[in-house]
Structure formats: C-alpha cells, structure tokens
C-alpha cells in the first residue's frame, strides 16, 4: 500500500490535505480532499497523470513507475498565486503524533481520577 499526504494553504479556504491512495496489488488509486473522496481510477499499473479542481485551484497528479514501486507527484496549476504547498506529511507519522495525543489526554485523566478519588 502507498499513501501520501499533501497539505497546502489556500487564502480564500485555508488549510487543504490532499490524500493519495495506490494499492500495491490492485493498482486502485483514491485521491480525497479534506477526507472527501475526488478521483477514483482502478487498476492502474503504469506511470500516469491526473487533474482535478479543489476549489479554485487546478491540481496535477503524477503516478511515476520505478522498478516495483510508484512514486507521486503532486503539482497545483494556478488560478489564484497565493496557494502553496505548506509540506508533505507521512500518514505514519501523523498516526503516530495522534496516538501520542491520544496517550496523553488518557493518562492525564488517569491521574486526575486517582487524585480525586485516592
């Protein structure tokens, strides 16, 4: 499985994640924005280009085939100068940074509980 993340700023709609999904084995590639599915395309087993509007911004996305695997590349065509790819986020990383939250609100309330009711 292959997914990546893009997040870029858009002045007039504020921060946009744009997500890929390619299937290692299926060839499906999902692409959303803000967790709303944009694009579907199945069985994609080689190199190939995609557009599509988010908002007022036209979105280039370029599936590369190298050896075995698939690389993404991602490019805003613009209507509006101003938008930017702010960085390219990892969704292991962002697991991991969610879990970390998700530990430490749950400890936190450990440790209220017991100094409550200890």
């Known amino acids: 499985m292959s997914q990546s993340l893009w997040t870029y700023y858009d002045p007039s709609h504020g921060k946009q994640t744009v997500g890929v999904y390619h299937g290692d084995d299926s060839g499906h590639v999902v692409v959303y924005c803000n967790n709303r599915v944009v694009?579907?395309?199945?069985?994609?087993?080689?190199?190939?280009?995609?557009?599509?509007?988010i908002n007022k911004c036209l979105?280039?996305?370029?599936l590369k085939k190298t050896d075995e695997s698939f690389d993404h590349?991602?490019?805003n065509t613009l209507l509006n100068s101003d938008i930017e790819i702010?960085?390219?986020?990892s969704p292991v990383k962002?697991?991991?940074?969610?879990s970390l939250i998700?530990?430490?609100i749950l400890s936190l309330?450990?440790?209220l509980i017991f100094a409550f009711f200890y």
């Open 94 to 98: 962002v697991f991991f940074y969610c």
């Open 73 to 75: 590349d991602f490019h």
């Open 86 to 89: 702010i960085k390219k986020e």
């Open 39 to 53: 694009m579907i395309d199945f069985k994609v087993k080689q190199s190939k280009s995609y557009s599509f509007y």
């Open 109 to 111: 309330i450990n440790i």
């Open 102 to 104: 998700l530990f430490a």
């Open 59 to 62: 979105i280039e996305l370029n």
